[in-house]
């Protein structure tokens, strides 16, 4: 006789899983991405989409064949202070320029983050909840040429 209540609750628990799954992966499939572009000098990376964005961060890259970024090549990383706000609500962010709801990380100590070096390849790295943005830029001739 006890058997049934217990097969009953693991065919409840096994469609609750199910339904969760569910769920979350069409909101996953929803959720829009968030993209991000550069221009301008000093960069100014445009955010856009609905996902949040939780951090930016700018970093040197020495080997275009690297596939990371370590803290020794980061120039400057800001992120979300409390909560993430959609990168459709960031907007524009200048390079340097903490916007409101940020917090910068690199340098420590609010240091102003370096100027950027022409001809030298900067990476930069937009972190959503479920979303990734990235690209490269260099400044050639006083000018931003996004690569």
Known sequence: MRLIPKI????ALAIA???V????????VSEPAV????????????????DEGQYLLVYVCCNPAAKSYDDET??????????PTKADDIGRIT???????FQQVDPADGH?????????RYEFLVRGYFTIAKG???????KLNAL
């Open 35 to 50: 993209s991000a572009t550069v221009e301008g000098n000093p960069p100014t990376f445009t955010l856009v989409g609905a």
């Open 8 to 11: 009953a609750l693991g065919v």
């Open 95 to 101: 390079y340097g320029v903490v916007p409101a709801g």
């Open 112 to 120: 102003t983050p370096p100027a950027l070096v022409a001809n030298q």
């Open 74 to 83: 980061v120039v400057w990383k800001i992120e979300a202070s409390g909560h």
């Open 136 to 142: 490269a830029f260099e400044i050639r001739d006083g």
């Open 17 to 19: 899983a199910v339904v």
């Open 21 to 28: 799954l569910l769920f979350t992966y069409s909101y996953l």
